[in-house]
């Protein structure tokens, strides 16, 4: 997995990256899982310094940004530290509020799992890898450019309408999709890999969509998948 540092020139990206796991990981649990992590996301973008690693704040304070008792903090506090989420640097003393730093590491890990339902691009930036919208299309072998004018499924008149109005993007992205079935206002496609289908359903869902809704008014529901 990429190391991501919050410093430097994309220092900001990275931030915004890292919220966006966090809260795609809440969003995916449970009710009180997600009130756990969005106020730890409250308490990071409100006092974390992100440069020096470092939280130090007091729990009365805690407890006025988050709209609870200080008991609730203490709480909430230890089930973040329990996450390995929260370590604890130097514990508070008289006159001295407890600091701590974020294990980012332990955190990206723990939301590795739903980085795919934020999209392939930011699966692939998390991970240090080209993201797919730098890929250059490329037409698929072994595929016609030109649909079947024989077909007259509700896919068959799609295509034809994908490969006029723009018959590069067809060649490299439609045209390979497969009718698998239709099961009321629902049409389900199959595309020959996992990063076919993902990209087609991250860059170009609205065109799909729109062209078999032109062939079938009756449709509501356009499924691609792998």
Not at 118 to 123: E, I, K, L, R, Y
Not at 129 to 153: F, H, Q, R
Request: hydrophobic residues 40%; charged residues 30%.
């Amino acid at each position: 997995m990429l190391t991501i540092k919050p410093v430097g020139r994309k220092a900001s990206a990275v931030k915004y990256d890292i919220l966006t796991a966090l809260g795609a990981y809440a969003l995916s649990r449970s009710k009180h899982d997600q009130r756990l992590v969005l106020r730890l996301i409250t308490l990071i973008t409100a006092r974390y310094n992100w440069a020096h690693n470092e939280l130090a704040v007091g729990q009365r304070e805690i407890a006025r940004l988050w709209s609870v008792d200080e008991r609730t903090v203490k709480r909430e506090m230890a089930k973040l530290r329990a996450l390995g989420w929260l370590v604890v640097r130097r514990q508070g003393a008289r006159g001295h509020v407890t600091e701590y730093r974020i294990d980012r590491e332990r955190m990206l890990e723990d939301t590795r799992e739903n980085w795919d339902d934020v999209g392939p691009d930011f699966a692939f930036r998390m991970q240090g890898t080209p993201e797919p919208e730098k890929v250059i299309p490329l037409p698929v072998k072994g595929i016609s450019a030109a649909p079947d004018l024989s077909d007259t499924t509700e896919w068959g008149l799609a295509k034809i309408i994908l490969h006029r109005d723009d018959p590069a993007t067809y060649g490299s992205w439609f045209a390979a999709l497969v009718r698998v079935e239709r099961a009321g206002a629902r049409l389900t496609l199959a595309a020959p890999t996992r990063f076919h289908s993902n990209y087609v359903n991250t860059h170009l869902t609205r065109r799909l969509r729109s062209a078999c809704l032109d062939s079938d008014h009756m449709l509501s529901d356009v499924v691609v998948r792998h």
